[in-house]
């Protein structure tokens, strides 16, 4: 008796409806919001009262008698800067001619003979009176780009970035001596430490969210970027565990390799905070910051690692690859941020970090958790080990934390 086979036309022909009707709604929905922003806007009054100005300095570069100021209009009126006063002196400016408009930037020129690590005031006068200032707490000169910035940067950020990472993947071959017991302990103690890159990144958010113009949404970009890599890991998990089991391969690699991405992209923020530091010279380039740089993230090496000990022997060229993925983002960083100081792009990349080590605590969680007799609730799920082993990562963080001289 041969079996009845369905035919799948039906099936297509409602599928095809179904996406019809889909893109009919959201035709007709984007028509009506058009049609009330046109009739709504013209239906309400002007508003009363005077325009609401607002400028926010993004960038400040410096070269010999002369200061260039990156300003954006981070209000919703348009704003023209009439004078500009440096330490109470007026100063010839140019580029400050025609307003801003609402979200748009141009660049302030100003002539003056300022002095190497001197504080100053910049007072921007509006065209309505109101007063704008922004200080400037030591001046230096801004490092012009080039191979030779490059290659500083470059060279800084494999310092504080890859080397670091793979001297503390050297430990992998020690740590697989150890019992089922210390592994949990070690999975642990990488969670505590990527908790604490996370909160310190948040830390740093808040801090340039009060510099941040506001023009871009200030603090909400650190949100954004962590929701965003959130879910893009998420999807990236879910790809890598299919193809593991396709494979057949252990989920320590895969576990592995999303610590090392999360840890990347973390990198990746710290790598452009270390060149806006040095192009404001406000970095103190030395033997101090590499020994600092490096006894704190070695152990983000070791969070790498952690996941591979039940796993089989990975190849050398493996654990170089994971070693390139977490540290070398700190190199793109570096150069980027000695170019750039842009505190919006610094919220955005800083909240990438921030969601990527979320994902992956979430991807270590169930690993930590005790029998099932034990009580309800994250913390009384895990065993005492575990929780002890948090605490230390933490600890260490913190502790080597402090031995970064900026």
């Not at 801004?142 to 310092?159: N, Q, S």
């Not at 690993?367 to 009580?375: C, D, I, N, S």
């Amino acid at each position: 008796m041969s079996e009845r086979t369905e035919n799948p036309a039906p099936q297509k022909s409602q599928a095809r409806t179904g996406w019809v009707s889909t893109v009919a709604v959201v035709l007709l929905l984007g028509l009506a919001l058009a049609a009330l922003a046109v009739v709504g806007g013209r239906s309400l009054p002007e508003r009363i009262g005077p325009p609401v100005e607002e400028i926010a300095v993004e960038q400040v570069r410096m070269s010999p008698g002369r200061i260039d100021l990156t300003v954006r209009n981070a209000g919703p009126d348009p704003v023209r800067v009439a004078q500009v006063f440096v330490n109470d002196a007026f100063v010839d400016v140019r580029g400050g001619e025609q307003p801003i408009a609402p979200r748009r930037s141009t660049v302030l020129t100003l002539d003056y003979p300022w002095q190497e690590g001197q504080p100053y005031l910049v007072s921007m006068l509006t065209s309505t009176g109101l007063v704008i200032e922004h200080e400037i707490a030591a001046a230096v000169e801004t490092p012009t780009g080039g191979r030779d910035l490059f290659a500083v940067m470059a060279l800084l950020g494999a310092y504080v970035g890859i080397i670091p990472v793979v001297l503390g993947m050297l430990l992998l071959p020690v740590l697989r001596r150890i019992g089922k017991g210390a592994m949990c302990f070690l999975l642990a103690v990488t969670v505590g430490l990527l908790l604490f890159l996370a909160v310190d990144a948040v830390f740093e958010g808040l801090e340039l969210g009060e510099r941040s113009g506001g023009a871009f949404g200030g603090i909400s970009l650190l949100a954004l970027g962590a929701i965003l890599a959130f879910l893009a890991l998420t999807l990236v998990d879910r790809w890598l565990h299919h193809r593991a089991h396709a494979a057949g391969e252990r989920g320590g690699t895969r576990l592995a390799l999303m610590i090392a991405i999360g840890i990347g992209l973390h990198n990746l923020g710290e790598g452009l905070a270390i060149g806006s530091a040095y192009a404001l010279g406000q970095l103190a380039l030395g033997a101090a910051l590499v020994i600092g740089f490096a006894l704190h993230n070695t152990t983000e090496g070791l969070a790498i690692v952690s996941p591979l000990l039940a796993s089989a022997r990975p190849g050398v060229l493996r654990l170089l690859g994971l070693g390139l993925i977490a540290g070398a983002p700190a190199i793109a960083g570096a150069v980027l941020g000695a170019g750039v100081d842009n505190a919006e792009l610094s919220l955005f990349l800083l909240g990438l970090g921030v969601g990527a080590i979320g994902q992956v605590v979430v991807q270590i969680a169930p690993a930590l958790r005790g029998g099932e007799e034990r009580e309800p609730g994250p913390v009384a799920a895990m065993d005492t080990t575990a929780v002890l082993g948090v605490a230390v990562g933490v600890a260490v963080m913190y502790a080597t934390g402090l031995l970064v001289v900026a």
